[in-house]
């Protein structure tokens, strides 16, 4: 059977801007909760975007419900599939990144592989997964269910997620929450530029940081 539920409220664009600020290994400075597993990596370099979680779950080697859901997505959305452990099959390739670009899909993120890397260069479609794959998956019509929470690098996401994405990893943000993680990772992102002119000036980072007070109060003779 098929679990269909309806698209999820989208992210603010105001909030999507803002998130893109933002690195989200800065986020980690944060949060200890949220981020995929690490092996969910960029195929292409310097992306960092923003956008909606919508969540997919495929099992096994049928991907009917990914195609189905390429007449559902707006722009601004992000793919988000849990593969249900499926490490040998590939259910997102070029047919899917052209269908996907056109809808105005911002990223695909697989806990799983993907297939047909050169596509996503050539339309500039950013992806994260867990490698690349030649065996696909096909039109099987078995079951699956869309927009329902997710398993994905070991993270639990829902329908309506924020989902920021780059070169260090993917993080998922409740909606409510988002905006005050934001806002603080992109002070600590302004201090570190100040940090890094001190720096520059002369200042030993131990010394910044309190790394040297520390040692030599327990240093032994």
């Not at 979680?53 to 189905?68: E, G, K, M, Q």
């Not at 993917?170 to 905006?179: G, Q």
Request: with cysteine; glycine share 10%.
């Amino acid at each position: 059977m098929f679990n269909i539920q309806p698209m999820p409220a989208q992210i603010a664009p105001d909030l999507v801007e803002l998130l893109e600020k933002v690195e989200v290994a800065t986020i980690g400075h944060v949060l200890h909760s949220g981020f995929v597993d690490p092996a969910i990596r960029a195929v292409l370099p310097n992306k960092r975007v923003a956008g909606t979680a919508v969540t997919l779950r495929i099992p096994n080697a049928d991907s009917s419900l990914l195609h189905y859901l390429t007449q559902l997505v707006r722009p601004g959305d992000i793919v988000v599939i849990d593969r249900c452990g499926d490490v040998r099959h590939a259910c997102w390739g070029g047919v899917i990144t052209n269908a996907m670009k056109l809808g105005g899909v911002k990223a695909g993120v697989i806990d799983g592989p993907a297939t047909d890397f050169s596509e996503f260069t050539k339309v500039d479609m950013p992806m994260w997964c867990r490698g690349p794959s030649p065996i696909t998956t096909k039109i099987l019509g078995l079951e699956g269910a869309l927009n329902v929470p997710v398993s994905v690098g070991g993270q639990v996401i829902h329908a309506g997620d924020a989902i920021l994405c780059d070169e260090s990893g993917v993080v998922a943000l409740r909606p409510t929450e988002a905006r005050a993680i934001a806002e603080r990772a992109i002070s600590m992102q302004e201090a570190e530029i100040v940090l890094l002119q001190r720096l520059r000036a002369g200042e030993k980072l131990p010394d910044i940081s309190g790394a040297t007070k520390l040692v030599e109060a327990k240093r032994s003779a």
